[in-house]
Nanobody, 128 residues
Framework: QVQLVESGGGLVQAGGSVRLSCAAS????????MAWFRQAPGKEREFVAS????????HYAGSVKARYRISRDDAKNMVYLQMNSLKPEDTAVYYC?????????????????????WGQGTQVTVSS
């Protein structure tokens, strides 16, 4: 199985950018469908972005589309989330997640319950 560790969070002003990193260990990252989720205080965990096992297909939540970009570096076994034009409502703990390959996970990429591996999360706070 794979272990995931996020980093890169912090405090940023509205309109700024942050890149989150997710370091994977234990197995190659290209064995998994990868995703980022976030959870704001008092809210449920929500889908942010996903990347298919092939690395070709990506999906984004409507609230972040055109501002965020998920990517992967197989050589470094890393997954990234580039976040631009940040807004105060983007404030949350961001989690990296990995799913064992399955048709169900591929079709339901936005469902947190279908991801098998999770990092501990990294806090992103956007000030207005």
């Amino acid at each position: 199985q794979v272990q995931l560790v996020e980093s890169g969070g912090g405090l940023v002003q509205a309109g700024g950018s942050v890149r989150l990193s997710c370091a994977a260990s234990g197995r190659p990252i290209d064995h998994y469908q990868m995703a980022w989720f976030r959870q704001a205080p008092g809210k449920e965990r929500e889908f942010v972005a996903s990347l298919s096992r092939s690395g070709v297909s990506t999906h984004y939540a409507g609230s972040v589309k055109a501002r965020y970009r998920i990517s992967r570096d197989d050589a470094k076994n890393m997954v990234y989330l580039q976040m631009n034009s940040l807004k105060p409502e983007d404030t949350a703990v961001y989690y990296c997640a990995g799913s064992n390959p399955s048709i169900r996970a591929k079709e339901n990429y936005y469902r947190a319950s279908l991801y098998d591996y999770w990092g501990q999360g990294t806090q992103v706070t956007v000030s207005s």
